[in-house]
């Protein structure tokens, strides 16, 4: 097992590895910016390292100050969390050179699924299918708007690097698609470092859903049930369930089938994720493959009963998996909803200090966050606070706890976008489980306030 663990990230995620370290008695190491000198993950860990200014490129996203933290507390592992470098192939392998041991996949593997256009070259050539779309990156905007009249409109300008939404739109004409081509090159020039672009079709309506598989060393591996991640904003996952209220157990066995054989592909090993988008006919279409632990890996978690972080370092350190597929049971229904410092009218980042955080207790009530009272939320990160997750013996129950926890949620000193979160667990939708990747969309523009008369 390994020994001392440094946590090469911050905030929510670093404070959920810590915690489960200090459960296997693992020691940790956080690693901080000036601007997070006095965060929790900071005060928790068994030792911390400043690595630098606020920026990101100047602190978390230096793999030479991370690399020197590593040395110098005597570390053996690197876990990257997600965001920042934990998708980065080149800081995986220097973690490698280095003699760390990488809590994720190996490089080759990462690479493999690096570039989406690649990605959607290699799950095509099994037999997967894909969105349609292009076959290789674009080169130029005449090349783009030849492609999209051959698919139709609309279609999606996306990015064949990184993820979150960025480098991503969807267009309905020439004119459109002309504005979206440079401004979404840019963008992923700035954030990735490759502006490289595809298209893809639109499918409309559309469900997101995605596979959590977990590999070992030894050539075995499985797949956690799937995760519902449709209720979306700007192509940015807003609330998460498992398993899916659409999903069938034949549809299931397709789709698990169909990512175990993406990650065996290409050697995976650790977990992973296998994102699709899936249409009202249960026709399922690869997206692309998360190549790290998953912001909504939780729900997952709450029911299989595993500590996904506990088997990324157990995977690490060589130890084989002691279950099956056949071994593994879905225990009751989790949902999740992540907590942004945003003003809600404007859909932007309010930071500040947080003058009073209350969180929400009870039976499957579970509290993944980041700060504590008298944090500050600063403008040089995500602005996600936390997350909120519940579990409960069948969905309705789910959607009761969540209710109610939403209305016991009391964040002062910012504002943040509980109202959204309150109001989309009030819509008679989405207690009925009807819920495609328009769904926040569809609700604003109703103006919906609907329930279903369901109390917490």
């Known amino acids: 097992m390994v020994q001392k663990l440094l946590i090469a990230n911050r905030g929510e995620i670093a404070r959920r590895i810590l915690r489960t370290c200090r459960r296997l008695g693992v020691a940790t190491v956080a690693v901080y910016s000036d601007a997070d000198a006095d965060a929790p993950h900071v005060q928790e860990a068994d030792e911390a390292v400043r690595i630098g200014p606020p920026p990101v490129v100047w602190s978390y996203l230096r ?52 570039s989406k256009v690649e990605a959607r070259r290699r799950l095509m050539a099994l037999g997967v299918p894909v969105v349609p779309g292009t076959q290789a990156a674009l080169g130029s905007l ?54 490289t672009l595809f298209l893809e079709k639109c499918i409309w309506p559309a469900r997101h859903i995605e596979i959590q598989v977990l590999f070992d060393e030894h050539g075995h591996g499985v797949y956690l049930w799937e995760r519902e991640c449709s209720i979306q ?73 595993l500590d996904l972080v506990e088997w990324q370092l157990r995977v690490a350190s060589g130890e084989p998996l002691p279950f099956r597929q056949e071994d593994l049971r879905c225990d009751g229904h989790a949902i999740e909803c992540r907590v942004y410092a945003e003003d809600p009218e404007r859909m932007l980042p309010s930071p500040g200090t947080i003058t009073r955080l209350a969180l929400p207790e009870g039976d499957g009530i579970r509290n993944d966050v980041g700060v504590v009272s008298g944090s500050t939320v600063t403008p040089y990160y995500d602005a996600m606070i936390g997350k909120l997750i519940v579990h409960g013996r ?17 964040v002062e000193g910012i504002q943040t976008n509980l109202p959204l979160l309150r109001r989309i667990a009030a819509a008679q939708a989405f207690s009925e489980g009807r819920t495609t990747t328009d769904f926040i969309a569809s609700l604003q523009k109703e103006g919906s306030t609907r329930t279903d008369g369901q109390e917490g």
């Not at 690197?78 to 490089?107: M, Q, T, W």
């Not at 309705?396 to 939403?406: G, I, M, S």
């Open 63 to 114: 793999t030479e100050a991370i690399l020197d933290a590593a040395r110098r507390t005597g570390a053996d592992a690197v876990h990257p969390g997600y965001g920042f470098l934990s998708e980065n192939p080149a800081f995986a392998k220097a973690c490698r050179d280095a003699g760390l041991v990488f809590i994720g996949p190996g490089p080759e593997a990462m690479a493999a699924m690096g």
């Open 394 to 410: 069948d969905r309705a129950e789910a959607v009761r706890r969540l209710r109610r926890a939403l209305d016991e949620y009391v």
């Open 233 to 305: 904003r700007r192509h940015q996952k807003v609330m998460e369930e498992a398993p899916s209220p659409f999903v069938d157990d034949a549809l299931r066995r397709r789709m698990g089938e169909a990512a175990m054989s993406a990650a065996s592909a290409i050697g995976y090993v650790n977990a992973g994720t296998v994102e699709f988008l899936v249409d009202a006919a249960r026709r399922f279409y690869f997206l692309e493959m998360n190549t790290r632990l998953q912001v909504e890996h939780p729900v997952t978690e709450m029911i299989t009963g």
């Open 142 to 195: 005449e090349e783009a708007w030849e492609e999209a009249e051959r698919l139709g409109y609309p279609v999606m300008v996306k990015a064949s690097a990184g993820g979150g939404g960025i480098g991503m739109q969807a267009v309905d004409g020439p004119e459109a698609l002309q504005r979206a081509f440079s401004a979404n090159a840019q963008h992923a020039q700035a954030y990735f470092g490759d502006g």
